[in-house]
């Protein structure tokens, strides 16, 4: 085989490489991140939790966002679900069980391409985190944007309630 030949193989095959990345086949990517984090990473028992929630535009236009979403400042956002689990892996009961039901609504808000969004919601409003332990929290949204995409989950956190 010349030069050429071997070149241009290794071209092909790297292409293809990149192309298909492991886990992404015949998926579309997410058009929003949600990331949060705590203010505290230990609280005492029967105090607020407080929580930053970063949405992300991570498209090249605007996309709808819930009507909830970072309207409820200090509150809880009925526009998320809210994932709360012990240390044993346990889903915590919610305060509220209507979390994450904004899907069918109309959507009035939007965000634009590359625009962030930030709010401080009190997870310990949404779901019962009132004994001593550790928990893990995660919150998703369902994509207003395409339902058939599913949701969009943050980043799990993991806040420490002492006595």
Not at 117 to 146: F, H, W
């Amino acid at each position: 085989m010349n030069m050429i030949n071997v070149l241009l193989l290794w071209g092909v095959g790297c292409f293809i490489a990149s192309a298909t990345q492991p886990g992404t086949e015949g998926k579309n990517p997410q058009p929003f991140s949600i990331e949060i984090t705590a203010t505290k990473s230990e609280v005492k028992v029967h105090s607020e939790i407080p929580l930053r929630i970063r949405l992300a535009n991570l498209t090249n236009h605007p996309i709808r966002i819930n009507p909830g979403v970072l309207m409820m400042e200090g509150g809880i956002d009925p526009g998320f679900s809210y994932d709360c689990r012990d240390e044993s892996g346990r889903v915590v009961p919610k305060d509220y069980p209507v979390m994450g039901s904004l899907g069918d609504h109309p959507v009035l808000a939007s965000l634009n391409s590359g625009d962030v969004k930030e709010q401080i919601i009190r997870v310990d409003r949404a779901c019962d985190l009132n004994r001593a332990g550790k928990y893990t929290i995660q919150l998703s949204m369902v994509d207003p944007n395409d339902p058939k995409h599913g949701s969009v989950k943050s980043n799990k956190l993991t806040v420490t309630v002492i006595q």
